[in-house]
């Protein structure tokens, strides 16, 4: 129980973000490599706000689903999470986020719906009950640490502000000093696999890194079966074990099929980097009867339909 454990009081949640202004679109601002470390900021200012302190809240990763910014929160303090939840609940974080984002983006202003959950938990209908939302939010222990992108984007953010305090100018500097953060997909012949070469259906194929392309048609052609493949690459992929791909099928519930595949694939690759490579890819549907999306991905043959 949350009240007699003597580890360290520890939960999770996700933070929903709409603009609802037709002109602007938070996912494909944060996809953008010039304006994601403007949208960064001003989501760890506006929760450095929100718990008063700049280690109050950790995030994990940042969804791009559209039309929503989902953020992965991280509490390590339950009163940490108590600012949180009293700023979400009086408004406070909401002007937060807007205000920030409007500094940030140089706009005139940034309207948004905001929207908080745990695990299948709707916590916006439970804010008046306080103790009610910290047992949920304890109870979703976090399934990951944080991203490499987030880990970079930190770092950026520290040494720009330190940059700013020494010239004694924090209001004038433009986010284009943060560095964006590298792409999840690795770069191709920038690394040579342990596993050089792969057998499929008695010929040899190069075992290069998941490619952009390989990424699309998995998840526009591996349909139900998305989950399968899930559990087949989490033998070898901690970032997907339980209850990780539960937790994709939830969390993407209302995207569809695409996007809980994009989603978990997309997992795989961020998680294992140099690692996620198109033989692992090629094994776990081999494993589950998806041979014929195998072979479109190395290229044997046209698209098909393989669910």
């Given at each position: 129980k949350m009240a007699g454990s003597s580890a360290p009081w520890i939960g999770s949640a996700y933070l929903f973000l709409q603009s609802t202004c037709k002109t602007i679109a938070l996912p494909s601002l944060y996809e953008s490599p010039q304006k994601k470390p403007c949208v960064f900021k001003a989501l760890k200012l506006a929760l450095a706000d929100s718990t008063g302190s700049v280690n109050g809240v950790d995030m994990l990763k940042v969804h791009c689903s559209h039309p929503h910014l989902i953020v992965q929160l991280k509490f390590c303090k339950r009163e940490n999470c108590r600012r949180f939840l009293r700023s979400y609940r009086e408004g406070a974080l909401h002007k937060a986020l807007q205000s920030h984002l409007q500094l940030s983006l140089a706009t005139t202003t940034v309207p948004l719906q905001v929207e908080l959950k745990a695990g299948s938990e709707h916590l916006d209908t439970m804010l008046k009950d306080e103790d009610r939302c910290l047992e949920c939010i304890y109870r979703e222990k976090p399934d990951r640490l944080p991203d490499e992108e987030?880990?970079?984007?930190?770092?950026?953010?520290?040494?720009?502000?330190?940059?700013?305090?020494?010239?004694?100018?924090?209001?004038?500097?433009?986010?284009?000093?943060?560095?964006?953060?590298?792409?999840?997909?690795?770069?191709?012949?920038?690394?040579?696999?342990?596993?050089?070469?792969?057998?499929?259906?008695?010929?040899?194929?190069?075992?290069?890194?998941?490619?952009?392309?390989?990424?699309?048609?998995?998840?526009?052609?591996?349909?139900?079966?998305?989950?399968?493949?899930?559990?087949?690459?989490?033998?070898?992929?901690?970032?997907?074990?339980?209850?990780?791909?539960?937790?994709?099928?939830?969390?993407?519930?209302?995207?569809?099929?695409?996007?809980?595949?994009?989603?978990?694939?997309?997992?795989?690759?961020?998680?294992?980097?140099?690692?996620?490579?198109?033989?692992?890819?090629?094994?776990?549907?081999?494993?589950?009867?998806?041979?014929?999306?195998?072979?479109?991905?190395?290229?044997?043959?046209?698209?098909?339909?393989?669910?």
């Open positions: 987030i880990t970079e984007l930190e770092e950026s953010l520290k040494s720009l502000m330190l940059h700013q305090s020494t010239n004694n100018n924090v209001a004038g500097k433009d986010c284009s000093s943060l560095k964006p953060p590298s792409q999840p997909y690795p770069r191709q012949g920038s690394f040579l696999p342990t596993q050089l070469t792969f057998i499929f259906q008695g010929q040899q194929f190069d075992n290069r890194t998941i490619t952009p392309d390989d990424h699309q048609k998995f998840a526009k052609s591996v349909s139900k079966k998305w989950k399968q493949v899930g559990r087949s690459l989490q033998k070898s992929c901690r970032a997907l074990r339980d209850p990780a791909i539960d937790s994709l099928a939830l969390e993407y519930d209302r995207e569809g099929l695409y996007e809980q595949a994009y989603q978990m694939l997309l997992r795989f690759i961020q998680s294992e980097g140099k690692g996620a490579t198109v033989a692992r890819l090629i094994a776990a549907l081999e494993e589950n009867g998806l041979v014929s999306l195998a072979e479109e991905l190395l290229g044997l043959h046209s698209s098909e339909d393989c669910s």
